[in-house]
Antibody
Framework: QVQLVESGGGVVQSGRSLRLSCAAS????????MHWVRQAPGKGLEWVTFIASETYTRDYANSVTGRFTVFRDDSRNTLYLQMNSLRAEDTAIYYC???????????WGQGTLVTVSS | QSALTQPPSVSGSPGQSVIISCIGTSSDFVNYNRVSWYQQSPGTAPKLIIY???NRPSGVPDRFSGSKSGNTASLSISGLQAEDEADYYCSSKIGSTTRVFGGGTKLTVL
């Protein structure tokens, strides 16, 4: 079955960097686009970024453009999120999720918590 | 980036039906069937329950149904059960890569 396991979260000071990883299994990772979606404490879901399969086309939410970079290693079935210049408002659970075939996001990881302290 | 508007909360008694609305303004939302719905129970990851406006993934009870008219998509839940108490989010694909989520609706089963 499809499994997405995030790691790399933790407490980091404002202005510093952090890299998240998402290990995928149970499907042909290289054939699917992937998303990062975050959820601040007590708040709703916020789409962060997307990376396509094959073309590696990327897109970002306005709130992270220029600070976050998404990339993938298809040989390792792993998705990454490089987060630079972190701010307090980036504090959230970060979910890795698979781009589904029906304009949806069909599988989600369990999330990893990032806390940015000032 | 485009926004989707949901009511903050809805409630209903066991066995009753509720409807959660999702209002969008983008042409992608209005003109295409790119709307999906997600259920998030406390402390868990979101789960896809409706895709392409009306379709249910395997394993989702038929008590859950979706529809769309113009700029408003709706999630209907009939025969409410205690286990349906959760947060519900609508989402739409915008362009070829972007996703947008609604603010979420908390469903309380009284």
């Amino acid at each position: 079955q499809v499994q997405l396991v995030e790691s790399g979260g933790g407490v980091v000071q404002s202005g510093r960097s952090l890299r998240l990883s998402c290990a995928a299994s149970g499907f042909s990772f290289s054939r699917f686009g992937m998303h990062w979606v975050r959820q601040a404490p007590g708040k709703g879901l916020e789409w962060v970024t997307f990376i396509a399969s094959e073309t590696y086309t990327r897109d970002y939410a306005n709130s992270v453009t220029g600070r976050f970079t998404v990339f993938r290693d298809d040989s390792r079935n792993t998705l990454y999120l490089q987060m630079n210049s972190l701010r307090a408002e980036d504090t959230a659970i970060y979910y890795c999720a698979r781009d589904g075939p029906h304009y949806d996001v069909d599988h989600w990881g369990q999330g990893t918590l990032v806390t940015v302290s000032s | 980036q485009s926004a989707l508007t949901q009511p903050p909360s809805v409630s209903g008694s066991p066995g009753q039906s509720v409807i959660i609305s999702c209002i969008g303004t983008s042409s992608d939302f209005v003109n295409y069937n790119r709307v999906s719905w997600y259920q998030q129970s406390p402390g868990t990851a979101p789960k896809l329950i409706i895709y392409e406006v009306t379709n249910r993934p395997s394993g989702v009870p038929d008590r859950f149904s979706g529809s769309k008219s113009g700029n408003t998509a709706s999630l209907s839940i009939s025969g409410l059960q205690a286990e349906d108490e959760a947060d519900y989010y609508c989402s739409s694909k915008i362009g070829s890569t972007t996703r947008v989520f609604g603010g979420g609706t908390k469903l309380t089963v009284l």
